[in-house]
């Protein structure tokens, strides 16, 4: 099976922008996980998305949103970007239950000038 | 809701020598926990987990243990290889989304 994918892989973005970016899970998976990713913080969790209902939200702004289609793709959006939105955005697939096992996907590079 | 640390955050040892990762967890209600490998570059790849019916599990030179009283698991590598070097992540669920730990950086000198 082809692994998660996502796109676009890297993205420079001024202050004040807005972003969107996209997962596509592995075929089967209907929940995707989003993370956010830097240096200092790790690993934080932005949403779940299951069958195209969010499921679980982190705490992250309102800025940040997401959404899931019929087939499982996701995508998530950030609206008025910041300099501290700079971060590896990292989705994840499973197969539906938060203890299943999750696969990353290689992330989007997102920097905010 | 669910608090992960981990330690230690960086992590040196030679070539053949062993290497523990430890992690505490707060939620008693957790009951998964998976490690996550995560080269340079590179997304983050589930090395092991462990369910909280076992005690430990091991696959080859990896091997994770869990003590659901201390609320605790670790990540155990033995005879470590340059190709170890990476971050690893711990993590827990158990009807929240997954936590993870901060990170340790492992390097393994030859």
């Known amino acids: 099976k082809a692994g998660v994918t996502q796109t676009p892989r890297y993205l420079i973005k001024t202050r004040g922008q807005q972003v969107t970016l996209s997962c596509s899970p592995i075929s089967g998976h209907r929940s995707v996980s989003w993370y956010q990713q830097t240096p200092g913080q790790g690993l934080q969790f932005l949403f779940e998305y299951f069958s195209e209902t969010q499921r679980n939200k982190g705490n992250f702004p309102g800025r940040f949103s997401g959404r899931q289609f019929s087939n499982s793709r996701s995508e998530m959006n950030v609206s008025t970007l910041e300099l501290g939105d700079s971060a590896l955005y990292l989705c994840?697939?499973?197969?539906?239950?938060?203890?299943?096992?999750?696969?990353f996907g290689p992330g989007t590079r997102l920097t905010v000038l | 809701g669910e608090n992960v640390e981990q330690h230690p955050s960086t992590l040196s040892v030679q070539e053949g020598d062993s290497a523990v990762i430890k992690c505490t967890y707060s939620d008693s209600a957790s009951n998964y926990f998976p490690w996550y490998k995560q080269e340079l570059g590179k997304r983050p790849q589930l090395i092991i987990d462990?369910?909280?019916?076992?005690g430990e599990k091991k696959d080859q030179r990896i091997a994770v243990t869990l003590n659901k009283t201390a609320k605790h698991f670790s990540l155990h590598i033995t005879e470590t290889q340059p190709e170890d070097s990476a971050v690893y992540f711990c993590?827990?669920?158990?009807?929240?989304?997954?936590?993870f730990g901060k990170g340790t950086r492992l390097s393994v000198i030859a």
């Open positions: 994840a697939s499973s197969l539906g239950i938060v203890t299943d096992t999750q696969y």
């Open positions: 993590a827990a669920t158990g009807n929240t989304p997954l936590v």
């Open positions: 462990i369910r909280s019916n076992v």
